[in-house]
């Protein structure tokens, strides 16, 4: 490890509600390792009573859609209304939908 | 004052005092999530401080309240520890610190949970959980810090050099806690050591860092109210605004 001063790596914060299912992304923070990105993150998203459980992942290692392919990837589905369960008619006598 | 009320404010002061020098790193720590990091941890003692405090002012009888005890006493009353009371220095001295002290006051509060005194008791009950995560904080980073770059290793190295003598003080008995620990009150010093001394030689070891050999010199005096010159000026900053403005609220 060199002396010289870097910067923390950046880290994606995800917390599950006591209610939650499931892990919500909340925002992102620095910490020098995975451990103390934990850590880290308990003190600044669950300080008041946010959060059950904790994920962190390096935001380094997320591969997301770029800006540019907005088109080719959401704009197609703009038209495609029948992929909507908008079409159904519920029998009368069916619970519990 | 009675004998609970002393010992209540004893470990009143070590909270209050250390909660202070933590808050002083507000907007200075090294990264910002850094920073929120060891102003939770000085919330978490100003909670404590507050609660000890508020027993030691019953138990004395004097009509006191926590604010009376945290603001109007000159620093010859305070009864905090000598090294909580100590300058910040650099990072790696508050985390040394950290782990030397909240080893220490964590094992002090597991004992006080079975105290005898009920009011001692429920203060501990809740403070446990919280330096659990105190000494959790400060482990983790000596092992950074001593295991980390050579930078790093050198200046943790020498906050423990610097630090190493004022453990002594943690352990001490006087006829108070003989009395307290007669009447099963408060936690037995022989026993935290038992703990203390295991535990933070294996962190140590672990982060590469080295007990210093014991030398003459023994830091002591804080239970009497014999503190470093450095205490005079902290408090003045901590009791500036209430002794300005007495009782004033936000």
């Known amino acids: ?97 | 004052m009675s004998d609970v009320a002393e010992y209540a404010l004893r470990l009143g002061d070590d909270a209050l005092v250390l909660s202070h020098r933590l808050a002083q790193w507000s907007a200075s720590a090294p990264e910002i999530e850094e920073d929120i990091a060891l102003t939770n941890i000085a919330l978490d003692l100003l909670g404590q401080a507050r609660r000890l405090l508020t027993i030691a002012g019953v138990r004395e009888g004097q009509g006191r309240d926590e604010d009376d005890l945290a603001y109007l006493r000159p620093e010859r009353e305070f009864r905090n520890l000598r090294i909580v009371e100590l300058d910040n220095g650099d990072f790696a001295d508050t985390i040394v610190r950290q782990l030397l002290f909240s080893t220490y006051q964590l094992s002090l509060y597991a004992e006080l949970t079975a105290s005898t005194d009920p009011d001692l008791a429920a203060v501990a009950g809740k403070a446990v959980k919280e330096v659990a995560y105190h000494r959790d904080h400060a482990v983790k980073w000596t092992l950074r810090l001593g295991d980390g770059t050579q930078k790093s290793h050198e200046r943790s190295q020498a906050a423990l050099e610097r630090l190493w003598p004022y453990r002594h003080e943690l352990f001490e008995t006087d006829e108070l806690t003989a009395r307290l620990i007669d009447a099963g009150v408060a936690a037995d010093p022989a026993v935290l050591r038992s703990t203390w001394d295991p535990f933070v030689a294996a962190v140590l070891d672990q982060a590469t860092l080295t007990a210093p050999e014991d030398g003459a010199r023994k830091p002591t005096g804080g239970r009497r109210g014999q503190h470093g010159e450095i205490l005079g000026p902290m408090l003045a900053e901590m009791q500036w605004l209430h002794r300005s403005a007495p009782g004033v609220r936000w």
Request: aromatic share 10%; glycine share 4%.
């Open chain 1, 1 to 97: 490890m060199s002396d010289e001063r870097r910067e923390w790596p950046l880290w994606e914060v995800f917390v599950r509600s006591k209610r939650g299912l499931s892990h919500q992304h909340v925002g992102s923070l620095h910490a020098p390792d995975a451990e103390m990105a934990v850590r880290n993150a308990r003190d600044v998203y669950t300080r008041r009573q946010e959060g059950v459980s904790i994920w962190v992942v390096a935001t380094a290692d997320i591969t997301a859609s770029s800006p540019d392919e907005k088109d080719a990837f959401f704009d197609p589905a703009a038209d495609k209304a029948y992929r909507h369960p908008t079409f159904y008619h519920v029998p009368e006598g069916v619970r519990h939908l």
